[in-house]
């Protein structure tokens, strides 16, 4: 009975050492391992040290206490470090007590801290807490172990320990690691606990003094509120008035949004204590003496114990959006004001998404298509409005800008008016619209009506046209009168002489003369009128299928008694199955025969001159060519100008109007032919006409 009271005495110390040894730990775990360990081990020691200071006898040299108890303790829940120094120091202690019982207790206290640190090793293993019955367990163990040294002493002792010992032993043990265990546990969750409400606390309360928004609690019952820093910056002069709802210092306002003012009632802390329900986003301003308003986007939440229905106070956050508010009525005003700037400008402005679509046009857009709204014309392409083929052309145009990136700028387009059906004109320009990230998403454009000045320039055009027209005629007139007044000059002189003499001879000679005045003044004549027709264009208004072959031949003929006068040889050598042309055959057969009175006339007595035709890259060609006096290189270029003659003093031909090449060379242009000579003074030159040859058919039906 008496072991039993020493035990729990001893058991009873150890509580309270406990009880200690976790209101230091809170000191000790500040510490960093293994100091910490060390520590802990050293505290365990002193603890089980007090414990063997009172123990029992149970025989002279044999005592027992509660060091099992603390060195399972220390084992299980300090581990290797605490454990190992608490049974050095109680090995240490035993050993200097002495007596038989000291070797057994050394081996007692190795095996415990043995048993101790391998049931913790094995818990921590299988991921299990220690729990009671893992106490209990150890606490068995650990009294097998003692009865086991115990059972080692001296035989007479054995016996007599054995007897008193070994019952209560088998209670104390487990009941007093089990208690001891729970209250360590208990006492390490307390304080775990604590230290992370603690921790949790110190993280709020960073969270709350660092935030941007300013945060305000108020309590219903008119305990004072609290606020953070920041808020009592945002609202200084007011803080009060917000904490606790007292007067709003003077000349201080708060104001809604709309610019009224709002009362106490309205702030969302009042309506969220008020009703028990939160409050979101609510735009309040504070209006400060000197009229200067700064806004506030605030939220209030309703502080509710649990199990109670009333809040017994609110939290409010609330943060500065004046600046936002600024910036967007600025951004308001600005839209505004580009948007009056769009409406009141006489061009068409539009803007389009990346297929096209209208995004946005201004009122000179809506005007046009007789529309009034927005909606009218938004996701509306060009081909809701134009015929398809302009509408086409405009969508490729931007669909290469999209693409592209490249601006189209001051691009002259036709289009129609939308109204009238009327021809118009736009000077168009076209840039890509880009997103902040700089892709393109759309493209403005702009298109100013530019039919007036289209028509004014045409207009212009063609007076333009007109005056050169005028000239080039003024300067014919004047060429041409001096041509009509060499032959007129003579004829007068020749009807003079006719009227003073009787002279058979000299009369002839005169009406010779008169008849060759005359009939130069006809070929003038009738140059003059080819030129004027060739001019007005009208003699190409039926093409037929021409064979050049039957043509050449025809001229040949016919100027063939021309060259027999000046004794040349003419020759023909047409190309056999040569193809048709399409052309106009009468002026084709002036042009030829132009060409080849040029070689007889421009040839000395006894020439030669050979007319071949053949096929050449898709042309007929018709080459004239003679033995004549050929053409100075600085004539070369000019004989095809009009009324142009090379120095007569070298041609034995007089009397030429300088109108047959240009004449020739007008009609074969007017056939998309070209007409070219190659000629060397003296010996004679090749005029070539070449002709496109008949296009196939093309097959309509
Ligand atoms: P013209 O009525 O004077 O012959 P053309 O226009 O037919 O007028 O010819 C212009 C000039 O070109 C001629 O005056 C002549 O000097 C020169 N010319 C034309 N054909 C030949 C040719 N086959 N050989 C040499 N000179 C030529």
Known sequence: MTLIIALTNNITLLLALLFIYNLLKSHILCLKSPQNQFIQGVIFGLFALIAMMIPFQLAPGLVFDG??????????????????????????????????????????????????????????????????????LLGLIQAVVLIFWLSLAPLPLRQQVMGVVAPPIFILYPGGILLAGLLFQFMERQASMAEALRKSEERYRTV?????????????????????????????????????????PAGWRIIHEDGTRARKEDLPSVIAIQTGEAKQNVVI???????????????????????????????????????????????????????TLTDSIPDYVFVKDTESRFMMVNKTVLNAGGMTEMEQIAGKTDFDFFPSELAQSFYDD????????????????????????????????????????????????????ITERKQLEAQALELAAERQRMNVLNKFMNDISHDFKTPLTVINTSVYLLQKTDDPVRRQKEIEKLETQVSRLTKLFNDFLTVTNLDNAAFLVALQPVDINRLVSMVVNETTSLALQKHHTLSFEPTS?????????????????????????????????????????????????????GIHPDDLSRIFDR??????????????????????????????????????????????LCLPLSREPVLIY
């Open 285 to 339: 301003g504070l209006q400060n003496p000197d009229g200067y308003t700064t806004w506030f986007s605030s939220s209030a939440q309703p502080l509710i114990k649990p199990g109670e229905s009333q809040p017994y106070g609110a939290v409010s956050t609330f943060s500065d959006i004046t600046f936002e508010r600024e910036a967007k009525e600025q951004l308001a005003h600005e839209r505004n004001l580009l948007r």
């Open 398 to 449: 931007e669909q290469q800008l999209l693409a592209s990136g490249q601006a189209l700028v001051n691009r002259e387009e036709e289009s129609i008016d939308l109204l009238t059906g009327k021809k118009i004109w736009f000077l168009t320009t076209k840039v890509p619209l880009r997103d902040k990230r700089g892709n393109i998403v759309g493209l403005i454009g702009i298109s100013r009506d």
């Open 577 to 629: 199955n040569l193809p048709m042309i399409d052309g106009d055959a009468i002026s084709l057969q002036q042009a030829i025969a132009n060409v080849i009175t040029n070689a007889i006339s421009y040839t000395q007595d006894g020439g030669r001159i050979t007319v071949k035709t053949y096929e050449e890259a898709d042309h007929a060609v018709i080459e004239v060519q003679d033995s004549g006096i």
């Open 643 to 688: 009324l142009y003659r090379a120095d007569e003093a070298r041609s034995t031909h007089t009397g030429g109007s300088g109108l047959g090449l240009p004449i020739a060379k007008q009609i074969i242009e007017a056939h998309e032919g070209t007409l070219t000579v190659e000629s060397k003074l003296g010996e004679g030159s090749i005029f070539r």
């Open 67 to 136: 060091r099992g108890i603390i060195l399972s303790i220390a084992s299980l829940f300090g581990g290797v470090i605490p454990g190992f120094i608490t049974a050095i120091f109680i090995i240490l202690y035993r050993l200097t007590l002495g007596g038989v019982g000291a070797p057994l207790a050394v081996g007692s206290a190795i095996t415990m801290v043995t048993a101790g640190l391998l049931l913790r090793y094995l818990l921590a293993r299988y991921e299990r807490r220690v729990s009671a019955p893992s106490l209990v």
């Open 208 to 248: 709350v003094t660092s935030m941007s928004d300013g945060v305000i609690i108020r309590y219903a019952d008119g305990t004072p509120g609290t606020m953070n820093p920041q808020a009592a910056r945002l609202v200084g002069p007011v803080a009060d008035m917000l904490l606790n709802l007292t007067k709003l």
